[in-house]
T-cell receptor, first 114, second 111 residues
Framework: EAGVAQSPRYKIIEKRQSVAFWCNPI?????LYWYQQILGQGPKLLIQ????????DSQLPKDRFSAERLKGVDSTLKIQPAKLEDSAVYLC????????????FGNGTRLTVT | RKEVEQDPGPFNVPEGATVAFNCTYS??????FFWYRQDCRKEPKLLMS???SGNEDGRFTAQLNRASQYISLLIRDSKLSDSATYLC????????????FGTGTRLTVIP
């Protein structure tokens, strides 16, 4: 079974620039998540999709972050403009459903904002 | 109060030792509990689910205490390869039912 695919693996940008990350979940997984993991901390949920609809984006900084999952499969997360504090690993995860299914993570995109 | 709290450690134990981690959660409505393992600069990987009756997988045992709202992970006969960060995850219990993660507990097994 192919895992969650993410790209790019690494990205370095200057503050105020924009950046986009891509994620393709495990085939058949209806639920897709974007998490932010700052060094030394646990993953923090940014947004959760169920198919192509947003289920929870309460912790997404909507003034600069946006995400979409237009066809209910792959997803993109965008930051515009980036701030220094956005430096983190952005993890995409998917699960079969939103109830008690465990999450499967991609290998993440490590973002450095200078 | 944070939704999920863990002792960040580090725990440094010799090979063969038994080590236990606890994780407390704040939402009594939470229904799903998991332990994840995260190696340095890697993504979290599911270690085991935590059921009401407890769960054992080889040297690893996970337990749930609903009354005190904590989950535990016990590792017996520690191996060098067990060195990693262990994250507990607890679901929201209501609404979107997504997972909250603790900050992780760093374990180093020493030869």
């Amino acid at each position: 079974e192919a895992g969650v695919a993410q790209s790019p693996r690494y990205k370095i940008i200057e503050k105020r620039q924009s950046v986009a990350f891509w994620c393709n979940p495990i085939s058949g997984h209806a639920t897709l998540y974007w998490y932010q993991q700052i060094l030394g901390q646990g993953p923090k949920l940014l947004i959760q999709f169920q198919n192509n609809g947003v289920v929870d984006d309460s912790q997404l900084p909507k003034d600069r972050f946006s995400a979409e999952r237009l066809k209910g499969v792959d997803s993109t997360l965008k930051i515009q403009p980036a701030k220094l504090e956005d430096s983190a690993v952005y993890l995409c995860a998917s699960s079969l459903g939103p109830s008690n299914s465990p999450l499967h993570f991609g290998n993440g995109t490590r973002l450095t904002v200078t | 109060r944070k939704e999920v709290e863990q002792d960040p450690g580090p725990f440094n134990v010799p090979e063969g030792a038994t080590v236990a981690f606890n994780c407390t959660y704040s939402n009594s409505a939470s229904q799903s509990f998991f332990w994840y393992r995260q190696d340095c600069r890697k993504e979290p990987k599911l270690l085991m689910s935590v059921y009401s009756s407890g769960n054992e997988d080889g040297r690893f045992t996970a337990q749930l205490n609903r009354a005190s709202q904590y989950i535990s992970l016990l590792i017996r006969d520690s191996k060098l390869s067990d060195s990693a960060t262990y994250l507990c995850a607890v679901n929201k219990g209501t609404g979107a039912n997504n997972l909250f993660f603790g900050t992780g507990t760093r374990l180093t097994v020493i030869p």
